[in-house]
T-cell receptor, first 111, second 116 residues
Framework: LAKTTQPISMDSYEGQEVNITCSHN???????ITWYQQFPSQGPRFIIQ???TKVTNEVASLFIPADRKSSTLSLPRVSLSDTAVYYC????????????FGAGTRLTVKP | ETGVTQTPRHLVMGMTNKKSLKCEQH?????MYWYKQSAKKPLELMFV???????ENNSVPSRFSPECPNSSHLFLHLHTLQPEDSALYLC???????????????FGPGTRLTVL
């Protein structure tokens, strides 16, 4: 069973900041939160991973509140090429079998 | 070649055919995965191999048979498939285990399978 809940779809416009929230009420102590991006007919690509507070890389930021029951992926100034499906995964990263993909959020960026 | 490669990229087969999908990773990883992605459905994890041993078979029908001869190669043998098995089959690898770091999965481009 997927451990996460995300909105099915979101729309945005070029240049805007996009925030996608993921709920994971039953997150375990050893679980990390990982986000992937998938373009049509391609495999998913790792974006960012975090455990608590805030993580930032060159692509995105990940905000995790203290209770860790949710997380927010923030994409700054999106472009048309950011149109994709974004997946939130929660699991023990030491266990190869623990991270499962859910339905994801289909983000559409409009001009 | 770098990353994760999959062959063939496209495959059309009849229900009585036998075919195999191949995956190769050039990243020195010790875990490999097969996923199935049907149209408008989430990614389904089919098989996980860690150090060449299968650790998970998510109730996949026996017409799908995986093989992992070494840590760099993964096969998916197909026989007597059904039209509903038509999908994108994705292979991934990761540096699993205690030294895994973020255990990021690297995906191949996939094989688009059509069963007639």
């Amino acid at each position: 069973l997927a451990k996460t809940t995300q909105p099915i779809s979101m729309d945005s416009y070029e240049g805007q900041e996009v925030n996608i929230t993921c709920s994971h009420n039953n997150i375990a102590t050893n679980d990390y939160i990982t986000w992937y991006q998938q373009f049509p007919s391609q495999g998913p690509r790792f974006i960012i991973q975090g455990y608590k507070t805030k993580v930032t890389n060159e692509v995105a930021s990940l905000f995790i509140p203290a209770d860790r029951k949710s997380s927010t992926l923030s994409l700054p100034r999106v472009s048309l090429s950011d149109t994709a499906v974004y997946y939130c995964l929660v699991g023990d990263r030491r266990d190869n079998n623990d991270m499962r993909f859910g339905a994801g959020t289909r983000l559409t960026v409009k001009p | 070649e770098t990353g994760v490669t999959q062959t063939p990229r496209h495959l059309v087969m009849g229900m009585t055919n036998k075919k195999s999908l191949k995956c190769e990773q050039h990243l020195g990883h010790n875990a490999m995965y097969w996923y199935k992605q049907s149209a408008k459905k989430p990614l389904e994890l089919m098989f996980v191999y860690s150090l060449e041993e299968r650790v998970e078979n998510n109730s996949v029908p026996s017409r799908f048979s995986p093989e992992c001869p070494n840590s760099s190669h993964l096969f998916l043998h197909l026989h007597t498939l059904q039209p509903e098995d038509s999908a994108l089959y994705l292979c991934a690898s990761s540096q699993g285990g205690l030294q895994a770091g973020n255990n990021e999965q690297f995906f191949g481009p996939g094989t688009r399978l059509t069963v007639l």
